[in-house]
């Protein structure tokens, strides 16, 4: 059944993948982010892949306003809707160290300005259906010395999904949280040790695996799931005299 | 981050470059970048140029690929406008099934539109539809201080001429819009033919009417069998049939050892490969994307070559030139080198471009490892073609010398006073363009 996607973050490589992926099976979309010049151009690609519709909002995670005339955008839709949170940032640890006030900056944008949006659609998916698609990050399962800020903040998203499934899961809508690995992407583009770095495409096809199966928590690519589940069991007091 | 380090090659892994690589996903991003990079620049798309025609040693490179959105089609005239990033592939998977597909298609889906215009390359149609830059209406081209341009052939003759088959020397591609041609089917019917010698060859191509043509040659072939191989030609299935799309296919994971393409195991190959097609020939049907990319099965086959990399030699060569063609391919297979990938074509007179590759006539590639005799048996097959009035392809080229080059394309004075114009400060640079002397010292 065609569905409505609210895309959040929608020019990033990730959500450009999914969104096309969504196009290819006649979905409408709703592109959800700043640069809505950029994002005319997604929509207009959208639309040539098959989308039934694409319209481009101007969302931002710290203008409130911007998450309520979100949702009443996406009211106006019909059809079980769909929100995809592709939006999130990464900012480098040392500068955060350096300026601590950049804190509350990257909580509004890999977690409270999400969770927002994503609150105010949460009325919608009850009355229709429909999905959430969260992107937490390998980051969030352990605090680790390179960048536990950004990590702190995904934890916070992995347990805000985790309630939100259990609240929609009430009313036959589903909650999907995506935690990837290293993808290839502008946010990764010349950082130095990444390993095992997947493309988008790759992601976007986990994800929507992860939709029509009714998936709770993925890793993507799924071998993050075992490289994880060892770091998740190093003893608290080994872990943290490692540097990984 | 906007750069980062690389080390990049050509598809054929001999030539390599490390540098500064910025790889915008947004378009607003390209003025600042082209701003930011200080002096050459390199403009690159997918890296299927086997020699060194995307390469810039000498500074930083911009990677186009994430810029490959498809920005308006018109489902009456299949006319569409494309972000240069874009794909083949993407473009045959997005629009086959809807009844249209680039008119000109190279044998790799991975090149990007950019890189097919500033290539200016063939297909399989040549000989019937001419090069992909005959199906371009309008460039947007970015000029050396990052603003864009709507370049068409009543604006600016000259520069489109020059940016067609200008192997990224104008400036950088960013849009395009192309005319597609009709898709009447996502399956093709394939005839193939075995041919046992040269002279059936040619006979075969001069009298074939089908779209698709191409022939695969045994390049160890010698004496009586010089010459010999299969040819395939096809058309569009009249009736629908079921036929499977390429998939990703399996991967190459690791540099291949060097002895996988020594000389007694191509001959068995090649002996295996041609008579594996029954004497009296044979007709199949073949979904569209693996006819029209054969080798895309099989993801990073560059890595059959092993870590030294090969070579791809290509040349066109006129068409009354058939003796010309005879003594090639007796040089290549005298001199044992050759890989299992040869390919004959007869090609039509389509050009778009000032640089562009086609002449009507018959093209010869032949990939060779990258050992120490490759080298001199690629000049000396360049000298052939030369003194045959023919001419090599830039795209598939890490060995030529300026002068050959210089001879064999004529309009070459005339590109130089393009580039004078138009890049004054020859910002837009490559290793190719350096090691030919493209813009003229």
Redesign the interface.
Known sequence: MSACWVVLGA???MA?AFSRQAAARGHSLILAGR?T??LA??A??AV???AASAEVAVWDTRLPETHAALAALAAESSGPLGVAVFAGAMPEQAVMDDDPSLISGLISDSFSGLAETVHRLAPLIEARGGTVLGIGSVAGDRGRLGNYLYGAAKAAFHTYLAGLRNRLGRRGAHVVTVKPGFVD??MT???PGLFLVAAPEDVARACWRAIDKKRNVIYAPWFWMIIMLIIRLVPERIFKRLKI | MIWAEKSYSGWGRVRRADGRLARPEKAAALPAIMAEADGTLAVIGGLRSYGDAALNAAGPGLVMTRLDRILAFDGETGLVDVEAGITIRTLVDVFAARGWMPAVVPGTGHATIGGAIANDVHGKNHHQAGSFGQYVDVLELLGPDGTARLVTPDTDPALFRATIGGVGLTGAIRAARLRLAPCPSTVMEVEERRMPDLDAFVEAFEASHHPFTVGWVDATARGADLGRGILEEADFASTPGKAKPAGRGPKIPVDAPGFLLSGPIVRLFNRAYYTRIPAAGRVRQRHLTRFLFPLDGLRDWNRLYGKRGFHQFQCVLPREATDSLGGLLEAVADAGLASPLAVLKKLGPGRAGMLSFPMEGWTLAVDFPNRARAAPLIARLEEMTLSAGGRIYLAKDALARPDAVAAMYPELPAFRAVLAECDPQARFQTDLARRLDLRGS
Request: hydrophobic share 35%; aromatic share 6%.
């Open positions: 020019s990033s490589a450009r640069d010049l950029d151009r997604d207009a690609d040539a892949r098959g992407t502008a583009w010349g950082l």
